[in-house]
């Protein structure tokens, strides 16, 4: 189910050339600070919030770049360095080597000695000129003194410091984000379905708030999209805007509702509800309703078995604004 702080998210998109940008910390982590701003905490994580709106259209997702995260332990940043291809120790410096006819190959420390240009060969100990060494930069190992060309690739992350290759990285691509030409339109019906609903409670005798929080039996607080209280008769009524309400969100809504006294209102932005959901509105513990495009609303709406599939049967089930009081009050 769309939540208030995803709507309201979508809504920051409106004005002529806003969009969200990937940000990279220091460390390598990938964040979105203002869309985390924007949103209640209970929204979840908000890279994983935007690319769903991508999904569905009402958000245009730009490639911005690429980052890589450990396999390990999933954390985003990953460091490069190169090993040796003997014994795999990152402690492998490029650095002039010298390699003797003998054979012995070494760094110029190696062949330090009492020769006549100060040289000597540790392997045949013959007293060297210059002349008698080929100096070439290439890698040495300082932990096993292995002597190469090329070292190998590798990353490492600096959370776990578990190092791998780099093909082991989970990719993950970096994307900047506007509002569509369908999301516009998308953000439109719900903004508007939220407030005729919330004008249609006031006509019935209810005090209304908008992107709202209320407060359960535990004290902990809730983001809804409109509250309605009629003070005088002791009445609740919390809304839930979506497109197409699934058993599991509208459940969880229920349960929510319960804890705070209030009967719970669901409308659908597009006329389908989950053949579940249309079960509980059968119920009386729970009034579904449909934002008509000429922006009334209708007890009409059709059931789906699921959200994956197309719409089923057209169906007629009674449901009203002034609905009964929760059984709980």
């Not at 203002?34 to 979840?44: A, P, Q, T």
């Not at 010298?98 to 006549?116: N, W």
Request: overall charge negative.
């Amino acid at each position: 189910m769309v939540s208030p702080g995803e709507l309201r998210l979508i809504s920051e998109l409106t004005e002529e050339g806003a969009e969200f940008e990937p940000e990279i910390t220091d460390d390598g982590a990938v964040s979105y600070p203002s869309v985390g701003l924007i949103l209640d905490d209970s929204d979840g994580d908000p890279g994983e919030v935007l690319d769903r709106f991508a999904a569905r259209g009402v958000l245009h997702d730009e490639f911005v770049s690429k980052v890589y995260v450990c396999p390990e332990c999933d954390a985003e940043g990953m460091q490069y360095t190169s090993v040796c291809p003997a014994c795999e120790s990152a402690h492998a410096i490029e650095m002039a080597v010298f390699e003797h006819a003998c054979g012995y190959v070494g760094p110029v420390s190696d062949f330090e000695g009492e020769g006549e240009d100060g040289y000597s060969c540790p392997n045949c100990e013959m007293a060297l000129q210059s002349e008698d060494l080929d100096g070439e930069r290439r890698y040495v190992c300082q932990e096993c003194a292995e002597v190469f060309d090329t070292p190998d690739h590798r990353l490492w992350c600096r959370d776990c410091l578990y190092m791998f290759e780099p093909g082991e990285a989970i990719e993950r691509a970096l994307y900047r984000y506007s509002l569509t030409d369908e999301g516009e339109q998308w953000l439109d019906r719900h903004q508007t379905a939220r407030r005729v609903i919330a004008e249609t409670l006031q006509e019935r005798r209810f005090e209304t708030e908008i992107d709202t929080t209320v407060t359960d039996e535990s004290g902990e607080t809730h983001p809804v999209h409109v509250l309605a209280e009629d003070v005088l008769l002791g009445e609740r009524r919390i809304v839930s805007i979506d497109e197409t309400p699934d058993a599991e969100g509208v459940g969880a809504f229920r349960e929510l509702a319960a804890s705070v006294d209030a009967h719970p209102i669901v409308v659908t932005t597009t006329g389908t509800v989950e053949a579940g959901v249309a079960e509980r509105a059968e119920a009386a513990d729970l009034t579904v309703l449909t934002y008509q495009p000429d922006g009334t609303l209708d007890s009409n709406y059709e059931v789906i078995e699921d959200t994956s599939h197309h719409r089923s049967v057209f169906q007629r089930l009674t449901a009203a604004v002034d609905v009964p009081v929760w059984k709980g009050q």
